[in-house]
Structures are given as C-alpha cells and as structure tokens.
C-alpha cells in the first residue's frame, strides 16, 4: 500500500516563528500536493509539485513556501507563522497524469497558532 | 473554485443502498471524476474514479450520466463505519497535461443511521 506519512500529527507554534510541516512518500509518485483544511471551507490547495525541485502556487499559497529536493519528501514552509495558519494540513501523493492511480493522502497534522 | 456541487448532507438507514448524488456539469471531456471520503479528524480516503463509463470496485460503484454532467457514488449496503463526509472531486490536468490536481469542494456528510 502507498504511504504518506507527516511527520507530526498535532504542533503548537507562536505567532512569528517559521514552521516545517514535512511528508513522506514510499512509492515513488511524481506529484505531491499540500493542502489545508477549515471548517466550511473544505480542501483547498496551497501548492503542488510535479517533479523534484519543481513547485507551483496552488489557490491560496500566500504566506507558505514549499520544498521538494528529494522525489519522496515535500515540505510545507511557513515563513512566519501567524494565527490565521490555524488550520488542519493535509500532504497527499499521485502518479503523473499518465497513471490511473488515485491520490493517496496522508492522516495530517492540526497546526495550531497562538 | 470547486467545479462540483453536492448536497451538503443526507441520511441512510444501515443496510440500505446510499446514493450520493453530485454535480460537475462544467466538467471538460478530459477531467476525470474522482470520489473520496474522509472520517472525521483522518485524510480523505480514496473510493472510486471515472472518466464517462460506469466503474464498480469493492468499495462502491460509481455512476456517470452520458453527457458527463453528473454522477453519482453508490455504497450498496451502508454500514455505521460508512458515515464521513463524502467528496466530488474533478481532477483537471494542468500544464498541457503534464501534471494534475483535484479541486474539492465541501463535500456530503452522510450519517448512516441504525
């Protein structure tokens, strides 16, 4: 079975301090995404990448940075991390587009801002 | 912004077939549709995903109406562990078809009643 593992499942941070969120992935998958979670809201996409060193801006990248220097690891950057980021994050894997494979997410880590 | 619509919830006796219907009547003739379902405080599991034929695995079945304009996920006899907020979701190719990404929107709790 494909595995997405985040590293940290609950994180308290202070306002201000710059937040590593990390995934990892086992099978071998192109693309990674990160995406967040608000009640309400539903999923929404902060950034994805298609290949090593390659990232896009999602819909709502504001105030987030990403790094994918390894096929199997992408990380969620917070700058500076601010109260509004409160906020279940979610990493999920795919195949490329060529893949029938469906999207495998990980259990997510609830951040909180204080 | 999502290119799905859902109920936002519905009810199911335990046994009973659930039918979730969904909405993408935007949808472009190569996105497919994917179903996913997430229990609360875990990531979005995958179920089921169609291009424009009917799709059966062992979780659910999933229909297509012929002009792709709507869908609808079938759990044959739902069980108490089926309640989860159920998501429609388009995956639309990006970058010239290179990669993809899945737009959600806020989902249908079903509650599977006793």
């Known amino acids: 079975d494909v595995k997405v593992t985040q590293s940290s499942r609950y994180l308290v941070k202070r306002t201000g301090e710059k937040v590593f969120l990390e995934c990892v992935q086992d099978?071998?998958?192109?693309?990674m995404f990160w995406y967040r979670q608000d009640p309400g809201l539903g999923l929404r996409l902060i950034y994805f990448?298609?290949?090593?060193?390659?990232?896009e801006k999602g819909d709502i990248p504001e105030g987030y940075s990403v790094s994918r220097e390894k096929k199997e690891r992408f990380s969620l950057i917070l700058e500076s991390a601010s109260t509004n980021q409160t906020s279940m994050y979610l990493c999920?894997?795919?195949?490329?587009?060529?893949?029938?494979?469906?999207?495998?997410f990980g259990s997510g880590t609830r951040l909180t801002v204080v | 912004d999502a290119k799905t619509t859902q109920p936002t919830s519905m009810d199911c006796a335990e046994g009973r077939a659930a039918n979730l219907p969904c909405n993408h009547s935007?949808?472009?003739?190569?996105?497919?549709v994917y179903w996913y379902r997430q229990i609360h405080s875990q990531g979005p599991q995958y179920i089921i995903h169609?291009?424009?034929n009917n799709e059966t695995n062992e979780m659910a079945s999933l229909i297509i109406t012929e002009d792709r304009k709507s869908s609808t996920l079938i759990l044959p006899h739902a069980t108490l562990r089926d309640t989860a907020v159920y998501y429609c979701?388009?995956?639309?190719?990006?970058?010239?078809?290179?990669?993809?990404?899945?737009?959600f929107g806020t989902g249908t709790l079903l509650a599977v009643q006793p």
């Open positions: 999920a894997s795919s195949p490329s587009s060529k893949g029938r494979g469906g999207y495998t």
């Open positions: 099978m071998d998958h192109e693309n």
């Open positions: 990448s298609y290949d090593v060193k390659m990232k």
């Open positions: 935007t949808i472009s003739g190569n996105e497919y």
């Open positions: 169609g291009l424009k």
């Open positions: 979701i388009v995956r639309v190719p990006t970058y010239g078809g290179a990669t993809n990404k899945l737009i």
